[in-house]
């Protein structure tokens, strides 16, 4: 059975999966390295994991991930350097003029971009900056900087690693939409004020039997104004109990994803979500409803996996 990775590599395309730092060992481990090229670490990168405390970093589970991925051939998307979610409490509890907000913003890419310089495939420079009707999120840093704070990140992201590819990260805008016609008005504008945006990610949190016919037409449509375009998040839930027939559905929704990618040129790879149904989000925070990923809570492979090796099938 070819390893799903060297599938992916021999069509010009990486497959990854989210981690978590502290499963990285036994048997969690050996499927992580054998079957994904690529790994995103879940939680350890974002701000709220690295700077709890104001100037005290901690970059332990970070640089776990990191090596691991060195010590297996993978590469890194790091995941993520400005969000909304997950900041530090002295962050979004503190008052801050714009001056001072965007100050923080660029020291901290700085701080983090600049300690894995070199290794980092991909960063997600910047992560859910859209509302549902694609208009600006009026996060902390819509808010307080207006859209100006994209251009500073991904200006200050460049600056600290020149060598990696810089993504603009969302959710909600894999079919053609609201949101998605936002983003796509918001990367033409970047690229417009010559800001160095090399990709746009689609995170694909997909609902069984629901992948958007449009996906493959808005991945071209991003791919046209001359960025790469990949699936950054994909995982497709079910309401629970699975059955047969759903894990049959998942196969082909986790296929027509993979394909989707395969048809469009700068397409660059796909990322899972976690790759075991032990490692996901989706029970947490979707009651009912689980059983999103490749491999199941026991690591193994489900039907999505053979799904996923078939899409990827030498042609
Ligand atoms: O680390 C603490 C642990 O100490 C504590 O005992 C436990 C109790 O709840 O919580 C642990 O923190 C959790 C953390 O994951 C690590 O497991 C947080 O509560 C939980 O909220 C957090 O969820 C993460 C979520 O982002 C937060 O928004 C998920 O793991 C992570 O998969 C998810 O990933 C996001 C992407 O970054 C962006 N796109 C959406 C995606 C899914 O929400």
Same mark, same amino acid.
């Given at each position: 059975?070819?390893?799903?990775r060297?599938l992916?590599e021999?069509?010009?395309r990486y497959?990854?999966t989210a ?8 048997g969690y481990a050996d499927?992580?390295?054998?079957q994904?090229g690529s790994v995103?670490p ?5 701000w709220? =994991?690295? #700077?709890?405390t104001?100037?005290?970093?901690d ?6 991930v990191?090596a691991?991925?060195e010590?297996h051939g993978?590469?890194?998307r790091g995941h993520?350097l400005?969000w ?6 002295w962050?979004t %509890?503190?008052t801050w003029?714009?001056?001072r907000?965007r ?5 901290? $890419?700085?701080? #983090?971009?600049g300690r894995?310089k070199?290794r $980092?495939d991909?960063?997600?420079v910047?992560n859910?900056p859209?509302?549902e009707?694609g208009?600006?999120?009026? =996060?902390?840093f819509?808010a ?5 704070y ?5 200006r200050a992201a460049?600056a600290?690693d020149p060598?990696?590819k ?9 079919? $053609? %939409?609201?949101k =998605?016609?936002?983003?796509y ?5 970047l ?5 160095p ?5 689609f ?7 629901q992948v958007p016919s449009?996906?493959e037409?808005?991945?071209?449509r991003f791919a046209d104004?001359?960025?790469?375009v ?5 995982d497709i839930?079910m309401?629970?109990?699975?059955t #047969? ?10 296929a027509?994803?993979l ?9 660059a ?6 790759f075991t149904?032990?490692? =996901?989000w989706?029970?947490d925070?979707f009651?009912?409803?689980g ?5 199941d #809570?026991a690591?193994a492979?489900?039907?999505a996996r053979a799904g996923i090796?078939?899409?990827l099938?030498p042609?």
């Amino acid at each position: 059975d070819t390893p799903l990775r060297d599938l992916a590599e021999a069509r010009g395309r990486y497959l990854g999966t989210a981690v978590t730092a502290g499963k990285l060992t036994g048997g969690y481990a050996d499927v992580a390295a054998a079957q994904f090229g690529s790994v995103t670490p879940g939680n350890e990168m974002k701000w709220g =994991s690295v #700077e709890r405390t104001q100037g005290t970093y901690d970059w332990t589970g970070a640089d776990r991930v990191v090596a691991f991925a060195e010590a297996h051939g993978q590469r890194v998307r790091g995941h993520t350097l400005v969000w909304h979610s997950q900041l530090p409490s002295w962050v979004t %509890g503190g008052t801050w003029t714009a001056d001072r907000l965007r100050t923080l913003m660029t020291d901290h $890419i700085a701080a #983090e971009a600049g300690r894995y310089k070199g290794r $980092i495939d991909h960063w997600d420079v910047v992560n859910e900056p859209l509302n549902e009707d694609g208009t600006l999120r009026r =996060s902390i840093f819509g808010a307080t900087l207006g859209e100006s704070y994209i251009a500073d990140a991904f200006r200050a992201a460049r600056a600290a690693d020149p060598a990696a590819k810089l993504y603009l990260n969302d959710y909600s805008t894999d079919a $053609i %939409g609201a949101k =998605s016609d936002g983003m796509y008005a918001l990367v033409k504008r970047l690229l417009a004020q010559g800001v160095p945006v090399d990709g746009v990610g689609f995170q694909a949190h997909l609902v069984l039997g629901q992948v958007p016919s449009s996906l493959e037409a808005n991945l071209r449509r991003f791919a046209d104004l001359g960025v790469d375009v990949a699936i950054t998040e994909l995982d497709i839930r079910m309401t629970l109990p699975a059955t #047969e027939a759903k894990l049959t559905q998942q196969k082909a929704d986790y296929a027509s994803v993979l394909r989707a990618c395969l048809a469009v040129t700068r397409c660059a790879g796909v990322t899972v979500w976690g790759f075991t149904d032990s490692d =996901s989000w989706i029970p947490d925070f979707f009651p009912g409803q689980g059983a999103a990923t490749p491999y199941d #809570e026991a690591l193994a492979p489900k039907p999505a996996r053979a799904g996923i090796a078939e899409a990827l099938a030498p042609v």
